[in-house]
């Protein structure tokens, strides 16, 4: 049984967060644009238009990147990107790459583009919330909003039933006990016993300790801990929640609908390169289990010359 603490998984359960929780996401970030945003019509997840977006910059796909297509109170209908920047060190490109997003998005679409962004690393100054180049007089500009998650207190976080008060808690402690899995497991366990105490229903339980638990992996031993731990507080408390068959069930679905949707995912960016896709290929990508090697592939259909090309990486 493996004691080697795994490598913890930012990505993934952030944007799995924002998809099931946007409202609150911008309501927790964000609030002066939670005010003008119309909530009685429906937002829209704009996926397929940024995929066709990013394939064609230099900058390359960033997993956390999303594109929402909202309406305002004042009738307007504006498109919303959101960058959550999880790295542990700063990156110079970081501000260009916000601004070649949102221009190439209005040159594209001709939709008005409001950038936000989420800082989830470690360096309290860095906090770049601009971009600007100016040739002869000639001066192109995007300034964006910002948070940072070093700015939320414990106080805050822990006072406020907003999901994503949940997400930034692990987030950081996940950060801070990366060389220290016995602390990790202390903190995992307190954060997975707030849910029940906060009021959320058991659909949002179930929600959001998958979240927490993906986020914050412990080795084997210890997460064979934490689940006999949670199973006996749920017993003491009459909430039986997450039970360990439940656990392991809806795990096991959600492992195979990443699969499928990584699987979805390499099919759509041939189909806009390349157009049609044979039906032996994706018969192909079916076959693969490893979410490994669909991660690679998806990377290689954005950059592979050709769908031959590609057929022979299969």
Known sequence: MSNAQPNAEYDSPWKEAIALYFRPFIK???PQVYSAIDWSRRYEFLDKEFQKIVRDTE???????????????????????????????RETVFAERMYIY????????????????????????????????EVLGCIMSLQFLIVKLLDYSIETLESSDNPFAIIVNAHRETQQTRNDPNSRYREKLRIA???YKKGYGKSDILEL?????????????LQDGFQTQIKHFEEENKMPYVTTIERWARQEGLEQGVLQKSRESILEVLE???????????????????????TSLHRQAITVDSLETFQGLV
Do not use: C
């Open 272 to 294: 806009v390169r390349f157009g049609s896709v044979p039906e032996e290929l994706a018969e192909s990508l079916n076959q693969i289990q490893e979410d490994s090697v669909l």
């Open 209 to 221: 300790y998958r979240l927490i638990d993906w986020m914050m992996a412990l080795p084997n031993q």
């Open 28 to 30: 927790f970030f964000f």
């Open 193 to 195: 016993k707030s849910l």
């Open 102 to 133: 949102n221009s190439r998005i209005y040159d594209v679409y001709r939709r008005p583009v409001l950038s936000l962004a989420v800082l989830a690393d470690e360096h309290a100054s860095w906090r770049p919330n601009q971009y600007q180049r």
């Open 59 to 89: 900058t390359g796909r960033r997993e956390v990147d999303k594109l929402v297509k909202v309406w305002l109170e004042d009738g307007s209908e504006t498109w919303i990107l959101i960058h959550v920047e999880v790295q542990s060190q």
